[in-house]
């Protein structure tokens, strides 16, 4: 887990397809499938340049609140430039498992194609440390891309949660426009 400058290749394609096409089309239609009612406290982990985050805030607005949670000081910045309108998001910056975040807190946690950049050997720690900040009966969001080479099947996704002590609501897997496998699952935490 470092605190990388992101290379100029992810800096161009992040700003053309995530934040001009994908924020606009996709990200909306994803917020809106999760089913939030709008009052809830939301922590986004690895919100990046804060793509997903404009339409969870915009779903948050009146009552909600968005916690954005993101490695990267380049990225986080970037959220914050792009996101100022909104008045119901704090930026937190750093490595989930060495953060104080209140526990028992949040109402849900979203991951979106983050955990399968963070290295197999510390997935349980980053999910665990995200299960501590879940309120009882919470919900943790998943979605990750499940290609071999960069990705993380659907076992995975399971057994790091189950691990966790997370209880499985929904999974399934879908084929993307790219033709490409992409993984996803709610879970609820019990206690
Ligand atoms: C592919 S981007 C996805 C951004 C956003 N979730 C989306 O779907 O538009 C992955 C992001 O996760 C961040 N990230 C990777 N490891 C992380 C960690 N350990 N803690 C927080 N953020 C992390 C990266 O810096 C990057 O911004």
Same mark, same amino acid.
């Given at each position: 887990?470092? +605190? +990388?400058?992101?290379?100029?290749?992810?800096?161009?394609?992040?700003?053309?397809? &995530?934040?001009?096409?994908?924020?606009?089309?996709?990200? /909306?239609?994803?917020?809106?499938?999760?089913?939030?009612?709008?009052?809830?406290?939301?922590?986004?982990?690895?919100?990046? #340049?804060?793509?997903?985050?404009?339409?969870?805030?915009?779903?948050?607005?009146?009552?909600?609140?968005?916690?954005?949670?993101?490695?990267?000081?380049?990225?986080?910045? *970037?959220?914050?430039?792009?996101?100022?309108?909104?008045? +119901?998001?704090?930026?937190?910056?750093?490595?989930?498992?060495?953060?104080?975040?209140?526990?028992?807190?949040?109402?849900?946690?979203?991951?979106?194609? !983050?955990?399968? &950049?963070i290295e197999p050997v510390s997935r349980i &720690? !980053?999910?665990?440390?995200?299960? *501590? !900040?879940?309120?009882?009966? #919470?919900?943790?969001?998943?979605?990750? /891309?499940? *290609? /071999?080479?960069?990705?993380m099947?659907?076992?995975e996704?399971?057994?790091?949660?189950?691990?966790?002590?997370?209880?499985?609501?929904?999974?399934?897997?879908?084929?993307?426009?790219?033709?490409?496998?992409?993984?996803? #699952?709610?879970?609820?935490?019990?206690?």
């Open positions: 887990m470092e +605190n +990388n400058h992101p290379s100029f290749a992810r800096i161009i394609e992040e700003e053309l397809i &995530d934040y001009r096409i994908r924020s606009r089309f996709y990200h /909306p239609s994803y917020v809106k499938r999760l089913g939030l009612s709008g009052t809830e406290r939301v922590l986004e982990f690895g919100s990046g #340049g804060g793509c997903m985050s404009r339409a969870l805030a915009r779903t948050l607005i009146t009552e909600g609140s968005l916690s954005c949670v993101e490695i990267s000081a380049y990225w986080i910045e *970037k959220a914050r430039q792009r996101l100022k309108v909104f008045t +119901n998001i704090e930026y937190l910056q750093g490595d989930i498992t060495r953060m104080t975040v209140p526990e028992n807190h949040f109402d849900a946690v979203i991951i979106h194609f !983050v955990l399968h &950049d &720690d !980053v999910v665990s440390a995200l299960t *501590k !900040v879940i309120r009882p009966e #919470g919900t943790l969001f998943i979605r990750e /891309p499940a *290609k /071999p080479n960069h990705g099947p659907l076992s996704i399971r057994a790091l949660m189950q691990s966790a002590g997370l209880r499985e609501i929904h999974t399934g897997c879908t084929r993307s426009w790219q033709r490409t496998w992409i993984c996803d #699952g709610t879970f609820k935490k019990s206690w």
